[in-house]
């Protein structure tokens, strides 16, 4: 008998051992879906994630994923991202072709930096720069105290007690130069003698004109001495007028001493920033820092999953294990795309929906970006809220940028700290913030403006220091905050720059200052009567001065009267009447 070609036993074992792994493959392929996805998935992320279930469908080829938890390597006690529910349309010709393309993926339920009800597993250890807490600074750190009147004192070089003494020494000075070029003055006998002596030459019988010219050269005579008395009066007054200028700068110097020496105090109050320029850190970094996980969430989450698609050093491969290699040519389409998705990110109970465009790791393939757009107008925590952005891998990292506008956000009892040192929450405020964020090769480099209006906080301290802050707190009305947005797409750094400084210096000042006020006003009362003791002793020099320049203005006057005296007239009148008259 002639055996057939065809072995039909073996056939028959081979197609129902093909039929059985078809048929394991179909009752459990969802759970090899959902395996393979949290390996895929892990080993992008870096740790842990969780897939609560999966369920495929084969007309059309779609996947439904609910439950997706990914722990954040940073914090493993939190998910940094976590999806309620997820859908995919997949299209069976390019899976057959070895590409994955997903026409439309709906996520909805997205929170992020949720706890976990485990500590998820990390396979990528975070670098200690990336553990580094943001604010940089505790309160505990914040070295700055609220000066003491005291310990101000022991500090500040008072003036006046030196400008006492400088004016003691120029009222010497002065004093001793004009009674010097008083002495030297003609006294009021002095020009009594002149007045005679003019009188007797300028009077009386003369015999001859040798007569006439010995008077005249009398007169010379006394007028020279007249002159140098005259010199002396002159080099008096310019004496007297250097002497009131000095006297009176030395005076208004020491009626203001006092008051410039409190001033100098005051200014030792005044918080230049030096204690304060971490404050709006510490009070608002670890806010901040939660915020911008939501404006951060398309760098922090989709960015470096994306860049680890290709790297296979994220997780070490099993030994034995094969590794995924490509070998797409330039022109070739995308391994993987989404072209089309939309998300829904909780935020405190409102829903925000983000429509995306071209998710892909192969940005140089497709020749394009992944691009985002959010909007939410009018919703129960704002008037209006626009995000957008792009975003694309090349081998240098990630080159994207992203911008927003918020209008009219209501805070409402939001928790700032809750330290031992000092408790703060914002009552109730408006926000408004808009801002930009370039990334180039994995680095951030942005900036944002906040804006806190109608603010109403309610604070409250254990030391000095901290109260004070807390009253300082309670008044603010409004607050302004720049923000620094820089460091690597895995462990962004914030750094601020606003306003609060400012006003907590000039607000804690004041608060100091009410404090002090009792003690600077006996301060000031005391510096004055210092002062009082020599403004007497300047002031009445002053007196003199004016008094002696009025004196030594008049003999100047009749000296110079004096000086104008002749005999020729008088004399040859007097020897022409003489002569005729004998005649």
């Known amino acids: 008998m002639k055996r057939g070609i065809i072995r039909w036993p073996g056939l028959a074992v081979f197609a129902g051992f093909v039929l059985l792994l078809v048929a394991i493959s179909w009752l459990f392929l969802d759970s090899i879906i959902k395996v393979t996805l949290e390996h895929t998935l892990g080993r992008l992320n870096g740790a842990e994630v969780n897939i609560e279930q999966v369920e495929h469908s084969w007309s059309p080829l779609a996947l439904r994923i609910k439950g997706v938890q990914v722990t954040n390597p940073q914090q493993p006690t939190h998910n ?177 001493a006092p008051g410039n020496d409190i001033d100098r105090i005051k200014s030792f109050f005044s918080m230049d920033g030096q204690g304060l320029q971490n404050v709006t850190g510490l009070l608002l970094g670890e806010q901040a820092k ?51 998705a939309r998300t829904e990110f909780m935020v405190a109970g409102t829903v925000i929906d983000v429509d995306w465009q071209n998710i892909t790791h192969q940005h140089n393939l497709l020749g394009q970006p992944t691009t985002y757009q959010a909007r939410a107008d009018n919703s129960e925590l704002w008037k209006a809220f626009n995000l957008n952005g792009e975003l694309s891998l090349s081998d240098l990292g990630i080159d994207a940028k992203q911008q927003w506008q918020l209008k009219g956000a209501q805070l409402q009892n939001l928790g700032l700290s809750e330290s031992a040192e000092l408790s703060a929450q914002i009552v109730s405020s408006l926000l408004d913030s808009d801002g930009t964020i370039l990334v180039r090769e994995n680095k951030l480099d942005g900036n944002a403006m906040v804006r806190m209006l109608n603010l109403d906080m309610d604070a409250s301290g254990s030391s000095k220091l901290t109260n004070a802050i807390a009253s300082a707190l309670s008044q603010l009305q409004r607050l302004d905050i720049a923000t620094n947005i820089a460091g690597d797409i895995q462990s962004p750094s914030l750094s601020f720059d606003s306003d609060l400084d400012d006003q907590l210096g000039s607000l804690l000042a004041d608060t100091a200052m009410s404090e002090a006020d009792g003690k600077l006003a006996d301060i000031k009362a005391d510096l004055t009567a210092k002062v009082s003791d020599q403004l007497g002793g300047q002031e009445e020099l002053l007196q003199s001065l004016t008094q002696w320049n009025s004196e030594s203005g008049e003999k100047d006057q009749k000296l110079e009267e004096l000086l104008k005296s002749k005999i020729e007239d008088s004399l040859k009148d007097k020897l022409k009447g003489r002569l005729f008259g004998d005649s």
């Open 80 to 256: 940094r991202v976590q999806v309620g529910e997820a859908s995919a349309d997949i299209s069976p010709t390019e899976l057959i072709l070895g590409r994955t393309l997903i026409e439309q993926l709906t996520m909805t339920g997205i929170r992020v930096n949720q706890e976990r009800d485990s500590e998820g597993e990390v396979y990528v250890l975070p670098s200690e720069d990336d553990m580094k807490q943001w604010a940089g600074q505790s309160w505990e750190d914040l070295k700055m105290s609220l000066p003491s009147t005291d310990e101000i004192m022991a500090q500040v070089n008072l003036r006046t007690d030196k400008v006492i003494e400088e004016s003691k020494a120029a009222y010497e000075k002065q004093k001793q130069q004009v009674i010097a070029a008083k002495d030297a003055l003609p006294s009021e006998d002095k020009i009594k003698e002149y007045e005679q002596k003019i009188k007797e030459i300028t009077e009386g019988d003369v015999k001859d004109l040798g007569a006439i010219a010995a008077r005249k050269e009398a007169l010379d005579e006394l007028k020279e001495s007249i002159r140098k008395d005259k010199e002396a009066i002159a080099n008096f007054r310019d004496r007297v007028s250097e002497a009131k200028e000095v006297l009176q700068t030395q005076v208004t110097e020491l009626k203001n």
């Open 290 to 340: 939660q915020w911008s996980q939501y404006l951060l969430l398309a760098y922090e989450q989709l960015g470096p999953m994306l860049a680890r698609s290709d790297n296979s050093e994220t997780v070490k491969p099993v030994r034995g294990e094969g590794q995924s290699i490509s070998f797409a040519e330039e022109d070739a389409p995308p391994e993987f795309l989404i072209k089309k």
